[in-house]
C-alpha cells in the first residue's frame, strides 16, 4: 500500500476571483484538508507558477509535495483519488461519475466563455450570447431537475462543486444580459441560494458585487466601455 | 447469472471522436454494437441520445440513458468493464494523463487545423504553434516504452489517436510538413505502434477510405481555417 502523503503539503496557487479556482477551495473545504494558499498576481506570474505550469502559465495549480497538479476539474479529481478517506465530491458508481464529468465538463465548456462575451462583446454578438446563456441556464435547469444539488443521492457533488463558483457571476450576467436568473431558471436560483450557504462554498466565494467591479477592471484593461 | 446488458455505441466511420470509444470498448474485451450515423444527415436516434451536443460518439449501455463525450466514455468503460486498466495506477500520472488529454482537445485543435488549411503567415504561425505542441506531447512518452501508457496501450494513447492516423491523413491530403520524421521521430514511431496494434486497427478506418472521404472536403477545410484565422 503506497504511503499516505502528508496532507499540510498542499500548496494552492490561484487567482482570488478566479472560478476555477474557487472549484478547487470548495473541495479542499468539502474534505477538511489543510493547504497554504498562494495569490499570484495574473500581470506578473512568479517563477513557481510560471514553471508548475509551463504549458498554460494558468491558475489553480495545487502543488501536492512540491509536484504540480493543473486544470481545476482535474485537480479536484486529483483530490478525490490522493485523498480517498476524505468526503467524496464523485459517488462510487461508474454511471453515476460518467454523468457528472460530463456535466463538470458542460458546465467547463459553456458557461465562462459565454459569460465573457456578454461583456466584452456589443450589439448583435451581445445578443448571441445573451442567448446562448438563457440556453445554458435552461439546460442545466432541466439537468438539476428536482434534485437538491447536482449530485443527487450523493448529495453536493462533482457538478456542484464545478458550477458553484458562478453563482457569484449571476448578477453580473443578469445586469450585461438584463435578464433574471430567477425568471430563466427558477431552480436554478434555488440551488444557487442553496448552495451559497453552504460553509465550503461560502468562505471561497467573494461577493456578487465585487465580482462586477472586477469585470469593469477587466473591461478598462480590454479598452471596453 | 443474467447476461450483461449489451452495449452500443453511435458513432461514424471517420470521426477519431468515436474511435476512442470503441478503442476503449475493444482493448476491455467488451463486445458491442456500433451503429454508423451520417454526420451530415443526423440522425433522430443521436440527436434523442445526446440533445446537449448533437454528436458522436454516444455510449449505450443497456437501458440506461447515453454516456456522451469521447473521453467520458473511456473513463466509464475503463471503470465499468473488467479487463486491464486504462488509466495509469498512479494518482499524479493519472492528473497528467487528463491534462495531456484535455490539452490535446482544447488547445491543439485550432493551431493544427490552421496549419493544414491555411496559408502565408497564417500558416506558419500556425505550424509553429504546432509543432511546439507536438514536442509537448511528444515529451509526454515514458523514455524506451512504446505508449504514453507504458508497454500497454492506455488512456493517452486513445486520445491521442487523432495524432496517430488522422493527422496523418490530413498531412498527405493539405501538403503540410507536420508531424515529420525529422522534426518527431519518437511522435512518428509511437504513431505507428498504436495504428499497428492487432486491437486498435480493428476501429481505425481503412486510411485510403478516409483519404477518398476527406479529400473532397477539402474547400470546405480550407473555408473553416481561414475563419478561424480571421478571428485571431
Excluded at chain 1, 461583456?119 to 435547469?141: H, V
Excluded at chain 2, 463525450?69 to 466509464?76: K, N, Q
Excluded at chain 2, 488522422?166 to 505507428?192: D, K, N, Q, Y
Amino acid at each position: 500500500m503506497a504511503p499516505e502523503k502528508n496532507s499540510s503539503d498542499l500548496v494552492l496557487l490561484d487567482f482570488w476571483v478566479s472560478p476555477f479556482g474557487q472549484r478547487v477551495r470548495i473541495a479542499l473545504a468539502e474534505k477538511s484538508l489543510p493547504y497554504e494558499y498562494v495569490e499570484e498576481d495574473l500581470a506578473g506570474k512568479s517563477d513557481r507558477l510560471l514553471q508548475s505550469n509551463p504549458v498554460h502559465k494558468k491558475t489553480p495549480v495545487l502543488l501536492h509535495g512540491g509536484k504540480p497538479v493543473n486544470e481545476s476539474l482535474i485537480i479536484v479529481q486529483y483530490l478525490e483519488e490522493a485523498f480517498p478517506d476524505t468526503p467524496s465530491l464523485l459517488p462510487a458508481d461508474p454511471y453515476a461519475r460518467a454523468q457528472a464529468r460530463f456535466w463538470a465538463d458542460y458546465v467547463d465548456k459553456k458557461v465562462y466563455d459565454c459569460g465573457a462575451r456578454l461583456w466584452k462583446l456589443k450589439g448583435e454578438p451581445q445578443a448571441q450570447a445573451r442567448a446562448e446563456m438563457l440556453e445554458i441556464l435552461k439546460t442545466l435547469e432541466t439537468e438539476l431537475g428536482d434534485k437538491e444539488f447536482f449530485g443527487g443521492e450523493h448529495g453536493f457533488g462533482f457538478v456542484d462543486a464545478a458550477f458553484a463558483p458562478f453563482t457569484s457571476w449571476f448578477q453580473s450576467y443578469e445586469k450585461l444580459g438584463e435578464f433574471k436568473v430567477a425568471e430563466v431558471a427558477p431552480k436554478i436560483a434555488a440551488w444557487a441560494d442553496r448552495v451559497g450557504k453552504r460553509e465550503s462554498v461560502a468562505k471561497s466565494l467573494y461577493s456578487p458585487d465585487k465580482v462586477y467591479d472586477f469585470i469593469g477592471v477587466l473591461k478598462k484593461k480590454y479598452g471596453i466601455e | 447469472m443474467s447476461s450483461p446488458a449489451a452495449v452500443k455505441v453511435i458513432g461514424a466511420f471517420d470521426s477519431p471522436f468515436s474511435h476512442r470509444a470503441e478503442a476503449a470498448l475493444r482493448l476491455k474485451g467488451v463486445p458491442y454494437e456500433l451503429i454508423l450515423e451520417d454526420l451530415r444527415n443526423k440522425s433522430e436516434l443521436l440527436l434523442t441520445h445526446n440533445p446537449v451536443h448533437k454528436k458522436v460518439p454516444v455510449l449505450l449501455h443497456g437501458d440506461r440513458p447515453a454516456i456522451c463525450e469521447s473521453l467520458v466514455i473511456v473513463e466509464y468503460v475503463d471503470e465499468a468493464f473488467q479487463g486491464p486498466l486504462l488509466m495509469p495506477a498512479d494518482t499524479l500520472a493519472r492528473a497528467a494523463a487528463r491534462f495531456w488529454a484535455s490539452f490535446m482537445d482544447k488547445e491543439c485543435g485550432e493551431s493544427m487545423w490552421m496549419a493544414l488549411w491555411t496559408d502565408g503567415e497564417a500558416q506558419a504561425a500556425a505550424a509553429r504553434e504546432t509543432k511546439t505542441n507536438l514536442t509537448l506531447i511528444e515529451g509526454q512518452l515514458p523514455v524506451g516504452k512504446r505508449f504514453f501508457g507504458g508497454d500497454a496501450i492506455g488512456y493517452l494513447d486513445i486520445a491521442l489517436g487523432w495524432i496517430a492516423h488522422w493527422m496523418r491523413v490530413f498531412v498527405e491530403i493539405s501538403g503540410a510538413r507536420l508531424l515529420t520524421e525529422e522534426e518527431h521521430p519518437v511522435l512518428c514511431r509511437w504513431a505507428r505502434e498504436y495504428t499497428a496494434d492487432e486491437t486498435v486497427r480493428q476501429c481505425l478506418p481503412d486510411r485510403d477510405r478516409v483519404i477518398a472521404a476527406l479529400t473532397p472536403r477539402k474547400e470546405l477545410y480550407i473555408s473553416i481555417a481561414k475563419a478561424m484565422a480571421a478571428q485571431r
